[in-house]
């Protein structure tokens, strides 16, 4: 069994328009945000062997946040994972070696919405997945577990573990698991 970690980018600054899309930063409230969710993911005992990251500066900001790890995962960079499509993300998961157990890919919308709901499917009808396919926040993390080889992975291909967004941890809410 394979775990899949999508996670969102924090709420990132809009304050100088003249900045490039993929330098904006995170503003203050998507710091503090990134922070509760490093909080959350050690909570929960989460500990991704590899993080695939987009190389926006949002994205960056937010992996960094999450720091330090227990356990230092292997981090890569990839170019494919600025505004990627859900198509090109099942493409980036299918290509993790299968010796790979955890995978974290920090991410943007709509692609990461998009990905998350075609893992998720209908098959599994509960609250959590009610919600993230109502929509993917910044900041949010969404948990899967993976019965297939990563190489196989398709729509319907990931059962929802948990969906976890900064307001639920503002709210004093539990990371929502799904039984």
Same mark, same amino acid.
């Given at each position: 069994?394979?775990?899949?970690?999508?996670?969102?980018?924090?709420?990132?600054?809009?304050?100088?328009?003249?900045?490039?899309?993929?330098?904006?930063?995170?503003?203050?409230?998507?710091?503090?945000?990134?922070?509760?969710?490093?909080?959350?993911?050690?909570?929960?005992?989460?500990?991704?062997?590899?993080?695939?990251?987009?190389?926006?500066?949002?994205?960056?900001? *937010?992996?960094?946040?999450?720091?330090?790890?227990?356990? *230092?995962?292997?981090?890569?960079?990839?170019?494919?994972?600025?505004?990627? %499509?859900?198509?090109?993300?099942?493409?980036?998961?299918?290509?993790?070696?299968?010796?790979?157990?955890?995978?974290?890919?920090?991410?943007?919308?709509?692609?990461?919405?998009?990905?998350?709901?075609?893992?998720?499917?209908?098959?599994?009808?509960?609250?959590?997945?009610?919600?993230?396919?109502?929509?993917?926040?910044?900041?949010?993390?969404?948990?899967?577990?993976?019965?297939?080889?990563?190489?196989?992975?398709?729509?319907?291909?990931?059962?929802?573990?948990?969906?976890?967004?900064?307001?639920?941890?503002?709210?004093?809410? %539990?990371?929502?698991?799904?039984?």
């Amino acid at each position: 069994m394979h775990q899949l970690l999508l996670l969102r980018h924090a709420k990132s600054s809009w304050d100088d328009a003249s900045l490039p899309d993929r330098e904006r930063s995170l503003n203050k409230r998507g710091r503090r945000a990134a922070a509760a969710m490093r909080e959350a993911i050690r909570g929960l005992g989460l500990a991704p062997d590899v993080i695939l990251v987009s190389p926006a500066r949002r994205t960056r900001e *937010t992996l960094e946040a999450l720091e330090p790890w227990d356990d *230092t995962p292997l981090v890569e960079p990839m170019e494919v994972l600025y505004l990627a %499509t859900a198509a090109q993300l099942f493409g980036v998961v299918r290509d993790v070696g299968e010796t790979v157990r955890s995978v974290m890919l920090v991410g943007h919308n709509p692609g990461m919405h998009e990905f998350g709901a075609s893992l998720a499917g209908r098959s599994s009808v509960s609250d959590a997945t009610d919600r993230l396919l109502a929509g993917f926040p910044t900041g949010a993390l969404a948990e899967f577990a993976i019965a297939s080889p990563w190489r196989q992975l398709g729509a319907g291909g990931g059962q929802l573990v948990r969906f976890l967004t900064p307001r639920d941890l503002r709210d004093g809410e %539990t990371a929502e698991t799904v039984d």
